[in-house]
């Protein structure tokens, strides 16, 4: 009774609180909104603006699609750019989403210690991707501890894994498996948690064993988290970066080996200085990874409906 | 950057709990000779989990032990501690390659970006979850959006942008000459993230009405609502969003990379970046390096482990 008598009150008193209550909604959202429309949503098309010119750091002439063209015929990039980074992402994801599974799988049981392993498979993915970089470049050195500890069990190799043509874009798919496992633990463990202990119950009245529990009951349930982790791993690793610049530096070395789509936007932005070219890998990139979104979107549409 | 993608949180779902394990592996326990199994079992789960630890622990603990050694100890074959401890390699990494400096600059721009996003983020979150004003549902689904936009698309025009046209607008402001391709620009285009606005929202809408409804019968105003009543309301979440926006930050390597040009306003990953490339054999100082990167990570963690481990709920809001 009070509160609407005292809202009544108020109403009458301001003329309009719905008016009033609108606008101090618009105040507050406004820094963040222009924001966003500034740094985010309009780069879009500039992005595409820009694409469209011979743009080195200032504006040049109009060339339609001629850096399109252009990129369509430019082997480095196709050979070597997307190559790597569809090697990269073909390789990366499915590793860390075993590895990052059976973890979750693990450490969702009654353990001693629980916390203590979830935080210590969780940390590499919390920590920066620089220091790792330098950790992995010293332990993978010619004289490493993994080349010293391979020497020790009889197989014998010399050469620092970054710099061999070979090794280069595995050992960097091992790294990042390895860092970001923790994440998709953490992801598996939220979509273990929503599953009902019955079902669990029911299986081992049935005197199902955990191997087969696990893959007749635990991997089918967690259906929509396998969607939402596999996609969020693959638009990840196509923007693969850190890593590569990191180790392999701005050219991709050795010789290409770890030079990946993002890297290589970088490089035609900053080395080659060559802005509209480097925003027409940007825009190529985008209807990639905004096509492999919504594909994931019409799939997870269909698992939630039937 | 993107390929370790923070994960979307939600405050409110708590991982770190301790005791409600979600079972899957009692059940049997009544069949005879099952028992002994189990125990068996047992003990090989709890060796394979230490030893996953263990290995997933090794390259850290080898890069302090690195750390400590001379150079000459480095090329000496393997021991697992140094053969001389030595705090050379940090006395080299702060006097001789600057690190002091990076440090002090990656403190300023993950300390700067954390105090925006609380405050814009807390805002805009509380707006979004109890101001009713046309358009909000769309507004809301815009911020969301941005969510799918890659920063590599951004790049360019980011760059256009505050190359030209930001400090010809702030120098109408009275700022002028003003420059953004440096520590400013990495700041500016990193105020408010989306993410974070999702998260404060998400927490303010699972705060009880009533305590508004007292404040506004106080006639208290919104900012005031908010100030005096949400905010302290939400410690969960701004916690949390302190936590992983300094994180994210401390760790950042595209943005600097792209904007920071003067070497005084390098951060750490920079540092190290550039590091790796020049001296590369340099073990005790690159691990010095790299320990100074990780450790301020390490004590959050420490500390408000349940924050970070907390969340993750799969909200499907990342891509």
Known sequence: MAVAVAKRKQARGFGSERLREALVGYGFILLPMAFFLLFFIFPIGYAFYISRYDWSIFKGAFVGWDNYRKLYHDSIFWQHAVRNTLVYTAFVVPIEIALGLSLAVVVNQALRFRTFFRAAFYFPSLASSAAIAAIATYILASDGLLNTVLGHLGYHHTNAWFAEQSTALPAIIGLNAWTTSGTIMLFYLASLQAIPTDVYEAAAIDGAGAWRTFWKVTFPLLKPGHFFVAVVSIIGALQMFDQSFLIGGASGGPNYATMTVVLYLYNQAFNAIQFGYAATVGIVLFVFIFTVTLIQRLLFGKAEIG | ?319
């Not at chain 2, 079992?41 to 630890?53: C, E, S, W």
């Not at chain 2, 998400?202 to 705060?207: D, N, S, V």
């Not at chain 2, 006639?219 to 949400?230: D, E, L, Q």
């Not at chain 2, 040009?261 to 790796?276: E, K, N, R």
Request: aromatic share 14%; net charge positive; glycine share 8%.
């Open chain 2, 1 to 319: 950057m993107a390929e370790r993608a923070r994960p979307p949180v939600l405050a409110t779902q708590e991982l770190a709990v301790e005791g409600e394990a979600a079972a899957g592996t009692t059940g049997a326990a009544g069949i005879p000779g099952r028992e002994r199994a189990d125990r068996v079992r047992t003990v090989i789960v709890y060796l394979i989990l230490f030893g996953v630890a263990v290995l997933f622990a090794i390259p850290f603990l080898w890069s302090v032990s690195t750390s400590f050694r001379t150079l000459q100890d480095t090329a000496a074959g393997f021991s697992v501690l140094p053969r001389h401890w030595t705090t050379v390699g940090y006395h080299d990494v702060f006097h001789q390659y600057s690190f002091g400096r990076y440090t002090l600059n990656s403190f300023i721009i993950a300390g700067a970006i954390t105090v925006s996003n609380l405050f814009l983020a807390s805002l805009g979150g509380y707006a979004f979850a109890r101001l009713k004003f046309p358009g909000r549902e769309v507004l809301f689904l815009l911020v969301l959006g941005t969510l799918m936009i890659p920063d590599q698309l951004r790049l360019v025009p980011i760059y256009e942008m505050l190359v030209n046209w930001i400090p010809s607008w702030v120098g109408h402001l009275g700022w002028h000459n003003a420059s953004f391709v440096n520590r400013n620009g990495v700041i500016l285009i990193q105020l408010v993230l989306a993410a974070n606005l999702f998260l404060m929202r998400q927490y303010f809408l699972t705060i009880p009405r009533d305590l508004e409804e007292a404040a506004k019968l106080d006639n208290a105003g919104y900012f005031k609502t908010y100030r005096k009543v949400m905010l302290p309301l939400a410690g969960p979440a701004l916690a949390a969003v302190t936590i992983l926006t300094f994180q994210g930050m401390w760790n950042g390597l595209f943005w600097p990379v792209v904007l920071l040009q003067d070497q005084s306003q390098y951060t750490i990953p920079i540092g190290i970046a550039q590091f790796i490339q020049k001296y590369t054999t340099l073990w005790p100082q690159l691990m010095a390096a790299s320990v100074i990167a990780i450790l301020p990570i390490v004590l959050l963690f420490v500390l408000f482990q349940r924050y970070f481990v907390a969340g993750v709920a799969a909200s499907g809001v990342k891509g």
